[in-house]
């Protein structure tokens, strides 16, 4: 990886400051600090210097002990990628998820522990995902044989890592098998990356099939067993616990209809990985037909075309960050038959050129070569 000088510290107050919407304009997406000061730990405990965290990620060891807080997802976006090129070789994702407490899932996952059966329980993860993170995406999709439930990220279309999904899966097998006893639900594993630890590492984790290089990061489980009743299900603590996620829910700005267009810009993401931006090909991702989707995204002031072009948009300018990839690999990367076409978009977009983008910008970051003792 090319040597360029890292991001200066940046102070947690900073973080927030920076997520606070301006006027006129959407908030930052922010990720709760509490599993991230987690994952920190357990790497600084593998050879990780807390040092290279704070030089990388401006996070001081202070500040990660602060409950409550929640920090920029660009900011975790670059720990992740730290993590991953230190301890390349190694699961790390999993290694994390072995040794976690459950707590990580907080209140929701309180509430799913509560739940009636395993499929309340998915749909609690999934109607308050956004209290563990603004971005982070879930999605069940029934089938007669075989329930899926999708992860997705939207940074992963800029600076995928493998880190995030594998301790995600993880610990939700984990979650499932120790928590609502239903490990026997579960069929598959599958990742989008490719594995980056030997193979049995994954099949002894998990125990079952784990598929790599597929669409999207998932859990897909037998449909016959998600109405099975859950031994622990409590309705009074399962509603003490609704509540006081809807009051999470609601200070972070997720309402419903809020859900509902970040489940369309979830799908924007996962299209774009193919540089795919068709509006017919987003309904299709969606399960639903192109004009119910025209309809739902009027319904929320805004069109499908302006949710794509918002997309292509914000994608646009994090690949030209990246001075590596030269201004013809980002208008394919973006779905354009040609780098004029692209040049022309970015225009309108931004009153500038690709060219006159990047010339405005500071350096571009990214990172030194690591060399960390790991034992």
Not at 92 to 100: H, Q, R, V
Not at 120 to 145: C, H, K, T
Not at 153 to 182: C, I, K, N, Q
Request: aromatic letters at 6%.
């Amino acid at each position: 990886m090319p040597s360029v000088p890292p991001p200066g510290p940046l102070s947690i107050e900073r973080h927030l400051r920076a997520s606070a919407p301006e006027p006129g304009s959407a908030s930052k997406a922010t990720t709760l600090m509490s599993p991230i000061a987690g994952a920190v730990a357990f790497a600084v405990s593998q050879g990780l210097p807390l040092e290279r965290v704070t030089e990388v990620t401006g996070v001081t060891l202070t500040e990660l002990v602060q409950p409550g807080v929640r920090i920029s997802d660009e900011v975790v976006s670059s720990l992740w990628e730290l993590i991953d090129d230190v301890f390349a070789g190694r699961a790390m994702g999993l290694e994390m998820a072995k040794t976690a407490p459950l707590s990580f899932f907080g209140v929701v996952g309180h509430v799913a522990g509560h739940a009636t059966c395993l499929q309340a329980a998915l749909d609690a993860m999934v109607r308050y995902r956004s209290v563990f993170s603004q971005e982070l995406q879930l999605d069940v999709q029934p089938g007669p044989e075989e329930t899926t439930l999708l992860m997705s990220h939207a940074l992963d279309f800029v600076r995928y890592s493998s880190t995030p999904p594998e301790a995600a899966m993880g610990l939700s097998v984990r979650f499932l098998r120790e928590v609502l006893m239903h490990g026997d639900a579960i069929v598959r594993v599958e990742f989008v990356h490719e594995p980056v630890a030997p193979l049995e590492v994954y099949a002894e984790f998990f125990g079952v099939e784990v598929r790599f290089g597929q669409p999207a990061n998932a859990l897909i489980f037998q449909t016959a067993t998600l109405e099975h009743p859950n031994d622990r299900s409590d309705r009074f603590r399962y509603q003490v616990g609704e509540q006081q996620l809807e009051r999470l829910r609601d200070q972070l700005g997720a309402s419903e209809a809020s859900v509902e267009l970040a489940r369309v810009r979830s799908a924007i993401t996962v299209n774009a990985r193919g540089g795919e931006y068709g509006a017919e090909a987003l309904a299709k991702r969606l399960g639903m037909s192109l004009r119910s989707l025209e309809r739902q995204a009027r319904a929320h002031g805004t069109t499908v075309r302006r949710l794509v072009e918002d997309a292509r948009e914000s994608h646009a300018r994090q690949l030209l960050e990246d001075r590596r990839l030269g201004v013809a690999e980002v208008a394919f990367m973006l779905g354009y038959s040609a780098e004029s076409a692209f040049r022309r978009a970015f225009k309108r977009w931004s009153g500038m050129s690709p060219a006159e983008f990047r010339r405005a910008r500071p350096s571009p970051v990214s990172y030194e070569s690591i060399s960390v003792a790991v034992g």
